[in-house]
C-alpha cells in the first residue's frame, strides 16, 4: 500500500512534457552494491526518470538491467538512441555509449578512437544539467578517478541537487571522494538514505516554485524573497538585488531543500534565527565554478590576438597589469600567468608581470593564494606545462612560485568597491551573466576607466558590452575581446556607485541620504538652492540620491525594487517628468514644467518640474529633480500680448493641449515598449548565443569522454589479458608440480588442489568444493580439523612429519593462505614434501653413529681432533679418554680442557711442534708423557694426519693417543 506521502508525490507528478524531474546516477567500481541499496530503499513513486552510467567494458553484454529489476517496481529498459524519457522508469546506458540528453530525448553516440582519456559520466551530467537545470539530480556512487567532478559542478551551476555517497560506505571510494573535495556535493549520504533525500527534495521544490522559477507559487513570494536579500545585506554586507532574479531563487530554495522545510517563508524565519545559516546561504550565491585553460577556443584567440599587443608594451620596459575580476579558485589568472611566462621567456625585457585577481568569496581567494588543486587538473593543462609550472604534491598540484610571485589576490566587490586602475588586460568572465542588464550596463565603464590607453578588456562567450560601442571597439566578436577607445575618460565619481561610500543607507532598494551629512557636495547642492524635495539621478534615469521628503510625489514601498526616478513617480507626473528629462537632455540646460496637478491618495495637489544638469556634459551625466509646490513656484512674467479672451479659441486651445498631451504620452509609451522589445530581443539573442556556445562545449566535453572511455576500455581488457596469462601459468605450474598441495578455504572447502595430492587423499576433480574431512586419507594423521583452526586463529604455519600407509614420509605445513593486495585470510595450504630418503638416511646415520660410539668407546686408544690455527685446543676426544686416561672427553674439549696442562712441561713443545708439522706435511708423531691423577707420567705416541674441508679449503687434525711401550729411561 502506498503511504501518504507518496500520494501527495503521486498527485503532484510532474507534467512530462516540460516538468519531469531527472536523476542521472553515475557509477564504475563497486557501484553494483550501492545501487541495489539505492533502489531497495527508493520510495515507490516519484515521478521521476533515473538514468544509470556505468564505466562498461564495450565487449561484454551489462547484465545490470536484469540485476537491478530485482530491487525496484519500476520498469528497467537499455537506452536506445531518440529514446524519450518517461517518470518513474529506469534507464540503463549501453555499453560504448556516450550519452546526452536534450529536453526529455535521449541521444547516444558511439565512442571515437582517439587514445585520449575522458569522463563520460561529467560530460552526461553537463548535458543534463543544461537540460532540466533545476530539476537535475546528479548522484556519484562506488568508483575508482575522478569522472563526474565538472559534472556534479554543471548542475549546482544551473541550481541542480547534486548527492554523493558517503567514502566508507563505498568500495572504491576515489570518485566519491573527488567529488567531495571538489566541492561539488550538496549532500553526502549512504545509498539506502539517498532516495529519501531525492523524494522530499522533489516534494518541497513542488510546494515553494513554478516550474520557470519566475515567481515563486507562494503568496507573497517575491516580498519574502526580499527580505531574504536584505537580511544577508544586512548581516554580510553583500547586496544581491541587482543578480538575475532565477540565479538567486534557485540558490534559495536549493538551502531550503537541503534543509527540509516547505516554503520561503519557514526559511526566512530560521534565517532570522540562525545567523550561522547565512554563511552557507552566501557560498549558494558564490557560483565558484572555474578551470585551468577554461574554453581552449579563447584562449587560442589570447595567444593569437592579445599577447602580441601586451608584448609591444614592454618595449619600452614598462609592466604588464592584468585584472581577472571574479577569479574564483584562481585557475583562469594561473592560466593567463602561464600563457605571459611562456611568452616572455622568448624575448629579453625587464618587465615585470602584476596580475590583480580579485573576488567577493574569501574562501576562494584563499584557495587561489596556496595555488593548490586536486590531481584531476591533469585533464585541463597539457603534459608539458604541467611539469613545468606545477610541482606534485600528495594529493595534487601545487602552482610554482614564479608563477604565484606574480599574482596578488584580494577581496573586492565589483559592484560597489573601486577598480584597479591603468590595467593593461581586464578579464571578466561569466560574472556579468549573473547580474541583472541595468548593473551589467554600470559595470563596463567601470572596466573602461580601469584600462590604461589601448587596454584589453576580455568577456564571457555569453557576455556582451551591450550599447557601450562608443566606449570599446571589438577585436575578437566570437571570443569576445575587446580594446579600449580613448575618446572619453570619466572620471571615477561617475563610475563607482553612491552605494559604495561611506554613510549611505538602503531603503526599499534605494540609495538613501543620512540627515546629518551637510558637508557633501550633494547635500550643500540642496540647502542652497533652497529647493523642495529632490531627486539626483544618472543618464538611465537611475537614482543616486533622494534629498528631502519624497513621499508625496514617489511610491515609496517597503519593498520597492524598482530604482528608477520615472518609474517610481505617482500617477500624474510620470509623463511631465519624463517631457522635462527629454529636454533638459537635449538643450543641456535647466527645464521647468508648466503647473500641473496630479491626485495622491483622495486629495489633488499641484507642483511644478524643475530639471538641472549637474555636470558638463548634461547629455551623458548627472541630473538634479526638484518637485516644487505649485504655491511656491515662481509666477510667470506677464506678456506683453493680450490674447483675445473668446470662448471658441479657449475651448480650441485646451482641446489642442489635450490632444497634444495625449499623443506626446502614446508617443512615450510606444516608445518605452519599444525599447523593451528591443531589450527583450537582444536577451534573447545572447541566451541563444549562450545556448549555442554550451552545446559546442557539450560537444567537445562529450568527444574527450568518449576518448578516456577508450583508454579505460583498453586498459581493463589488458588487464584481463593478463589475469588470463597468470591463471594459464599459474594451472601449469600446479600441474608440473611434483609437491602435493591442497588449497582449503576457512570451512575446509577443496577449492584447488595438485595431481599428486591424490596420494594422500584420494581426491578427484569432482571433489572440489566438498570437505576435505569427507575424503579418505593415505596418512595416519587424524588432527587436521584442529591444526587447521588453530592456523586460522593464530596465523600461525604448523608443521610436523607424517607417515603413509605404503611407509613414505611427508613434511607437512599448514599454512595460512593470504592472497594481495587486502591480506586478508581466506584459507589454508596444506603442502607435503616427501622426505622418505631424507627419512632413511637420518635412520641409516643413526645406526652408523651407534656402532662407530660402540668402537670408540671400546678402542685401545683416544681419537680427537683439532683445528688447524687452535693449538692444544680439542674439538673432539673418544669416549675412551676414561677408561684410559681417566678423564671424560668434556674435560678435554674447548677453552678450558686440562690435556695441555697434564704433558710433561718438557714435551709440551714438542707437542706443539707436532701439531704444526703435521699441518705442513700431512702427517707426524712424537712421543709425549702423560701425568694421570695418581701423579704418575705414562709414555703415550700420538699420531696426526691433516685433513681439508673440499668447499672451503679450511684445514684441520685428526689423530690418535696409543701407550707406549715403557722404557728402562722413561
Known amino acids: 500500500m502506498r503511504t501518504d506521502s507518496e500520494r501527495k508525490l503521486k498527485g503532484k507528478e510532474p507534467d512530462i512534457t516540460n516538468d519531469l524531474w531527472v536523476i542521472g546516477v553515475g557509477a564504475s567500481a563497486g557501484g553494483l552494491e550501492a545501487l541495489k541499496l539505492f533502489f531497495d530503499k527508493l520510495p515507490g513513486s516519484t515521478g521521476a526518470a533515473y538514468i544509470i552510467f556505468q564505466h562498461l567494458d564495450p565487449h561484454h553484454k551489462s547484465l545490470l538491467r536484469d540485476l537491478l529489476k530485482f530491487h525496484t517496481r519500476m520498469e528497467v529498459i537499455e537506452i536506445k538512441n531518440g529514446m524519450k524519457l518517461k517518470p518513474n522508469h529506469v534507464y540503463i546506458t549501453p555499453p560504448v555509449k556516450q550519452l546526452t540528453l536534450s529536453g526529455n530525448i535521449l541521444a547516444t553516440t558511439p565512442e571515437k578512437k582517439t587514445g585520449k582519456p575522458n569522463n563520460p559520466i561529467s560530460s552526461f551530467f553537463s548535458s543534463l544539467a543544461l537540460a532540466k537545470k533545476e530539476r537535475a539530480v546528479g548522484i556519484i556512487l562506488s568508483g575508482l578517478g575522478s569522472d563526474g567532478n565538472t559534472g556534479l559542478q554543471a548542475i549546482s551551476e544551473a541550481g541542480g541537487f547534486t548527492i554523493v555517497q558517503t567514502p566508507s560506505t563505498a568500495k572504491f571510494p576515489s570518485m566519491p571522494l573527488s567529488a567531495i573535495n571538489a566541492g561539488a556535493a550538496d549532500l553526502v549520504m549512504p545509498p539506502g538514505k539517498m532516495g529519501q533525500a531525492i523524494a522530499e527534495h522533489i516534494k518541497t521544490l513542488g510546494f515553494i516554485s513554478s516550474p520557470s522559477l519566475s515567481v515563486t507559487s507562494e503568496s507573497g513570494g517575491d516580498e519574502v524573497l526580499e527580505d531574504i536579500l536584505t537580511l544577508v545585506r544586512q548581516r554580510a554586507s553583500y547586496d544581491f538585488s541587482n543578480y538575475k532574479k532565477s540565479t538567486i531563487l534557485r540558490r534559495v530554495i536549493k538551502r531550503v531543500s537541503v534543509l527540509k522545510m516547505h516554503g520561503l517563508q519557514q526559511y526566512l524565519e530560521f534565517l532570522r534565527k540562525d545567523p550561522k545559516e547565512t554563511e552557507h546561504l552566501l557560498n549558494e550565491f558564490f557560483i565558484n565554478v572555474s578551470g585551468f585553460f577554461r574554453d581552449r577556443p579563447v584562449f587560442a584567440a589570447i595567444e593569437k590576438k592579445v599577447l602580441p599587443m601586451l608584448l609591444e608594451k614592454t618595449k619600452n620596459g614598462s609592466d604588464l597589469r592584468i585584472w581577472v575580476c571574479g577569479c574564483s579558485h584562481g585557475q583562469e589568472a594561473y592560466s593567463i600567468g602561464i600563457l605571459l611566462h611562456e611568452a616572455l621567456e622568448g624575448i629579453h625585457t625587464q618587465s615585470k608581470v602584476l596580475i590583480f585577481a580579485s573576488d567577493i568569496d574569501k574562501e576562494a581567494l584563499q584557495v587561489a593564494r596556496e595555488g593548490i588543486y586536486s590531481e584531476t587538473i591533469a585533464t585541463e593543462i597539457s603534459k608539458e606545462r604541467l611539469q613545468k609550472y606545477f610541482i606534485k604534491l600528495e594529493k595534487g598540484y601545487q602552482v610554482r612560485k614564479e608563477i604565484r610571485q606574480m ?564
Not at 532598494?509 to 540642496?526: C, E, F, Q, S, V
Not at 510625489?553 to 524598482?562: A, I, P, V
Not at 702427517?923 to 704418575?936: L, T
Request: proline share 5%.
Open 407 to 970: 599574482m596578488i589576490f584580494a577581496h573586492q566587490n565589483v559592484i560597489q568597491d573601486p577598480p584597479f586602475s591603468r590595467m593593461d588586460l581586464v578579464s571578466c568572465r561569466n560574472l556579468l551573466i549573473y547580474l541583472d542588464q541595468e548593473l551589467q550596463r554600470k559595470i563596463i565603464p567601470v572596466f573602461h576607466y580601469s584600462l590604461s590607453k589601448d587596454g584589453i578588456l576580455l568577456l564571457g562567450r555569453s557576455e556582451n558590452i551591450g550599447d557601450h560601442t562608443d566606449l570599446f571597439s571589438v577585436i575578437d566578436r566570437r571570443n569576445k575581446i575587446f580594446v579600449r577607445k580613448n575618446n572619453h575618460n570619466p572620471m571615477l565619481s561617475e563610475v563607482i556607485r553612491p552605494a559604495a561610500k561611506a554613510g549611505l543607507s538602503t531603503h526599499g532598494g534605494l540609495r538613501l541620504l543620512p540627515k546629518d551629512d551637510g558637508p557633501r557636495p550633494i547635500t550643500r547642492i540642496y540647502h542652497s538652492t533652497g529647493d523642495g524635495p529632490c531627486a539626483i539621478i544618472n543618464k538611465g534615469d537611475n537614482i543616486l540620491y533622494l534629498l528631502g521628503n519624497m513621499q508625496d510625489y514617489l511610491e515609496l514601498g517597503k519593498r520597492q525594487t524598482c530604482n528608477s526616478l520615472s518609474g517610481l513617480a505617482r500617477k500624474g507626473l510620470k509623463q511631465a517628468l519624463l517631457r522635462s528629462l527629454r529636454k533638459a537632455r537635449k538643450l543641456r540646460k535647466e527645464v521647468r514644467s508648466q503647473p500641473l496637478r496630479f491626485r495622491k491618495d483622495k486629495q489633488y495637489l499641484e507642483l511644478r518640474v524643475e530639471v538641472t544638469p549637474l555636470s558638463k556634459d548634461a547629455g551623458a551625466g548627472i541630473f538634479k529633480v526638484c518637485f516644487v509646490p505649485a504655491n511656491a513656484a515662481q509666477k510667470p512674467k506677464a506678456t506683453k500680448r493680450r490674447i483675445n479672451n473668446q470662448p471658441n479659441m479657449k475651448n480650441e486651445l485646451t482641446s489642442l493641449r489635450q490632444h497634444l498631451d495625449a499623443a506626446i504620452e502614446e508617443l512615450e509609451i510606444s516608445h518605452a515598449e519599444l525599447q523593451n522589445t528591443k531589450e527583450e530581443y537582444q536577451s534573447t539573442t545572447e541566451e541563444l548565443q549562450s545556448t549555442l556556445e554550451e552545446l559546442e562545449t557539450s560537444k567537445e566535453e562529450l568527444q574527450a569522454g568518449n576518448e578516456e572511455l577508450v583508454t579505460i576500455n583498453a586498459e581493463l581488457q589488458e588487464k584481463i589479458e593478463q589475469v588470463s596469462v597468470i591463471n594459464d601459468d599459474l594451472n601449469n605450474l600446479l600441474s608440473s608440480m611434483d609437491v602435493p598441495t591442497v588449497f582449503l578455504d576457512l570451512t575446509l572447502m577443496i577449492k584447488r588442489f595438485t595431481p599428486t595430492a591424490a596420494k594422500i587423499f584420494n581426491i578427484i576433480p569432482s571433489d572440489t568444493g566438498r570437505p576435505v574431512t569427507h575424503l579418505a586419507f593415505n596418512i595416519n594423521y587424524h588432527s587436521l580439523r584442529p591444526d587447521v583452526m588453530e592456523v586460522l586463529e593464530t596465523l600461525t604455519p604448523k608443521k610436523l612429519e607424517v607417515r603413509a600407509f605404503d611407509g613414505t614420509w611427508f613434511y607437512m605445513r599448514i599454512l595460512p593462505y593470504q592472497p594481495l593486495p587486502n591480506n586478508k585470510v581466506e584459507g589454508v595450504l596444506l603442502v607435503f614434501n616427501d622426505i622418505s630418503d631424507h627419512k632413511y638416511a637420518e635412520e641409516h646415520l643413526l645406526e652408523t653413529n651407534f656402532r662407530l660410539n660402540l668402537i670408540n668407546e671400546n678402542l685401545g686408544m683416544i681419537p680427537f681432533a683439532c683445528s688447524g690455527n687452535s693449538g692444544l685446543k680439542l674439538s673432539f676426544a673418544g669416549k675412551s679418554s676414561s677408561t684410559i686416561l681417566g678423564f671424560s672427553p668434556q674435560q678435554l674439549l674447548g677453552s678450558s680442557s686440562i690435556w695441555p696442562h697434564h704433558i710433561h712441561p718438557a714435551d709440551r713443545k714438542k707437542i706443539e711442534r707436532s701439531l704444526l708439522t703435521a699441518l705442513e706435511t700431512g702427517s707426524a708423531q712424537e712421543h709425549f708423557r702423560w701425568k694421570f691423577p695418581d701423579g704418575n707420567f705414562k709414555r703415550f705416541l700420538q699420531h696426526l694426519w691433516r685433513i681439508e674441508d673440499i668447499s672451503t679449503g679450511a684445514r684441520s687434525l685428526i689423530g690418535t693417543w696409543q701407550r707406549a711401550p715403557e722404557t728402562p729411561h722413561t
